[in-house]
């Protein structure tokens, strides 16, 4: 690997060499100093991990080391941002496995040099993804936010753990304070409110339905399912896959998740509901929740919240509301009605780390009312727990959560918010939808590409195909589809090899492979939505 290219190199180590410099008094001892970092510049070959701190006189080889890794992440910040730069340098698991010029991913018996770990820490960016690239438009997550990342590296330089006040004072009671801040923006009473921020959606969406079961059956802590009647729960077919997956993780069973049908834009059915809900009742198996959907995850529908609820209360179940794609519109002024009824749910999944753009991860499981999370889930490790301390151990939040461990996730959100208002989020989330109506209008003009929906978006994630001019003239059916099934992951793949833009696809329900266009990304602007769709067509045309 040459320096040059990784962004480590001579001209870095004289400009860490004036940083350094900087952070010291331009005096003539400092001129010294100033020396003894060259040399340690020039020895970092001969310096190893057990040189630095808290070796005892490792202190000004920990700054220079660490003052080269702020380097690297600055030049690859840069290029993030630049639009003119690959989004990635694409390789095969094989390739990376086998080894790439001189980047060893094996792990030997011996100790590397610090030059070494930072030519590592090069080759790790340059062959992994820009998620922060104006076009990398391929997650609901994306984008690098600077203070969101300044946050992470504050956290793990604290290195500590969630559970007790004791040893996060700060980030625990910033938690409260944020869970606070989401359930009034969420709607719910004063009295109302608990939460605990998790390790992803996934397990926000398993937090919903345990604490629900446990609100129902709360025998199930000591006796387990054997206790339990058959119990059913319900999520539309656009639903998350973790509903499923949380479902056979809680012993309940895939097969007694229901699936309710959708309308054309992908909002559950309230009638399919009810009689869902009914025909289940008659087979004498137990409903116990509903979970819906504020922003599905490919097309990006809201259920119908209100409705729901009313469902909801008249059949006594628990409602809990996968929001963690959408929950961010409830920052918008101009969008949050369409999360209306929100209020109403039992427990509901945020994940900041999606449009608000936080850091991965970032997801918050928001119960509605107190107490639960905690009695469902206490086990008063005494070791831990200890109820004697000299503070208010209501901030001890680790036993309200299913894990023991737990990371702080919660100061890039705090800090975030703090840099940006609440005005600064609703600003960004309104860009992105007015960039969704954008592209959305671009592709309707086009003959050669195809709305999986023909209205205006409901949020930021515009489905659509590409139609090479050879499909064009077939008629729509079963032999147009299975060509048209193969042009999306031809164009991905292409766009992939030249680095040029990343989108994803998929198949859903009857409608063959698609692109999905999402936008949560703070880098791209018109022009990029503008270079996608010429990017698709100079891919495709020739498919
Ligand atoms: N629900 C997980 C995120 C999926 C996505 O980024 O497309």
């Known amino acids: 690997m040459d320096f040059k290219e990784c962004g480590y190199s001579l001209a870095n180590k004289e400009q860490m060499r004036k940083?350094?410099?900087?952070?010291?008094?331009?005096?003539?001892?400092?001129?010294?100093?100033?020396?003894?970092?060259?040399?340690?510049?020039?020895?970092?070959?001969?310096?190893?991990?057990?040189?630095?701190?808290?070796?005892?006189?490792?202190?000004?080889?920990?700054?220079?080391?660490?003052?080269?890794?702020?380097?690297?992440?600055?030049?690859?910040?840069?290029?993030?941002?630049?639009?003119?730069?690959?989004?990635?340098?694409?390789?095969?698991?094989?390739?990376?496995?086998?080894?790439?010029?001189?980047?060893?991913?094996?792990?030997?018996?011996?100790?590397?040099?610090?030059?070494?770990?930072?030519?590592?820490?090069?080759?790790?960016?340059?062959?992994?993804?820009?998620?922060?690239?104006?076009?990398?438009?391929?997650?609901?997550?994306?984008?690098?936010?600077?203070?969101?990342?300044?946050?992470?590296?504050?956290?793990?330089?604290?290195?500590?753990?969630?559970?007790?006040?004791?040893?996060?004072?700060?980030?625990?009671?910033?938690?409260?304070?944020?869970l606070k801040k989401m359930y009034e923006i969420i709607g719910w009473g004063e009295t109302e409110g608990d939460g605990i921020f998790s390790p992803g959606g996934s397990i926000s969406n398993l937090y919903g339905i345990l604490i629900a079961r446990y609100k129902q059956y709360p025998e199930i802590k000591r006796k387990g399912m054997t206790e339990l009647p058959c119990i059913v729960l319900f999520v539309s077919e656009q639903g998350h896959y973790s509903v499923k997956k949380a479902a056979a993780i809680l012993g309940i069973g895939t097969d007694n998740v229901i699936e309710v049908k959708c309308d054309e834009r992908g909002k559950m059915i309230p009638a399919e509901l009810e009689k869902n809900i009914l025909q289940v009742k008659r087979k004498g198996q137990t409903p116990f929740c509903v979970t819906a959907t504020a922003g599905s995850t490919v097309l990006g529908a809201f259920d119908p919240l209100q409705d729901i609820a009313d469902i909801c209360e008249r059949h006594g179940l628990w409602m809990h509301v996968d929001a963690a794609w959408g929950g961010g519109l409830l920052l918008s002024r101009n969008y949050s009605h369409k999360l209306s009824g929100i209020e109403r749910a039992n427990s509901v999944t945020w994940n900041p780390h999606k449009l608000m753009g936080v850091p991965l991860q970032c997801s918050a499981i928001l119960i509605r009312e107190k107490g639960l999370l905690e009695a469902c889930n206490q086990m008063q490790a005494r070791y831990l727990f200890q109820p004697d301390k000299p503070y208010n151990v209501d901030f001890d939040t680790g036993d309200k959560t299913v894990q023991c461990g737990r990371h702080v996730d919660i100061f890039k959100l705090w800090l975030m918010w703090k840099a940006k208002g609440t005005s600064g989020f609703e600003a960004q989330i309104n860009r992105y939808m007015e960039l969704a109506k954008y592209f959305y209008k671009v592709l309707k003009k086009k003959d050669n590409f195809k709305l999986v929906f023909d209205a205006e978006p409901e949020f930021t994630n515009v489905c659509f195909w590409y139609l090479p001019p050879r499909?064009?003239?077939?008629?729509?059916?079963?032999?147009?589809d299975q060509e048209l099934q193969k042009i999306a992951p031809k164009i991905k793949a292409q766009m992939i090899e030249e680095g040029t833009a990343m989108i994803s696809y998929q198949p859903c329900g009857d409608k063959v492979n698609f692109f999905r266009m999402v936008f949560s990304n703070p880098a791209t602007r018109q022009t990029d939505v503008d270079y996608l769709i010429d990017e698709i067509e100079r891919l495709g045309k020739d498919l």
């Open 19 to 178: 940083t350094s410099a900087l952070t010291f008094q331009s005096t003539e001892k400092d001129a010294k100093k100033d020396t003894h970092f060259e040399n340690l510049m020039t020895n970092l070959s001969n310096a190893y991990a057990s040189d630095l701190l808290p070796f005892k006189d490792g202190k000004d080889l920990t700054e220079c080391f660490l003052l080269q890794v702020v380097d690297i992440l600055l030049h690859y910040i840069k290029k993030s941002f630049d639009v003119k730069s690959k989004i990635l340098d694409f390789h095969h698991p094989h390739q990376l496995l086998e080894g790439l010029e001189g980047f060893n991913l094996e792990l030997s018996d011996h100790p590397e040099s610090l030059e070494q770990l930072l030519v590592d820490c090069t080759d790790t960016l340059k062959y992994g993804v820009k998620t922060g690239h104006p076009r990398f438009l391929n997650q609901l997550s994306s984008g690098l936010d600077v203070i969101g990342l300044a946050g992470e590296w504050l956290t793990a330089t604290a290195n500590t753990n969630m559970f007790t006040y004791e040893i996060a004072p700060v980030f625990t009671v910033m938690e409260t304070i944020l």
């Open 471 to 480: 499909l064009k003239h077939i008629p729509k059916g079963f032999e147009r």
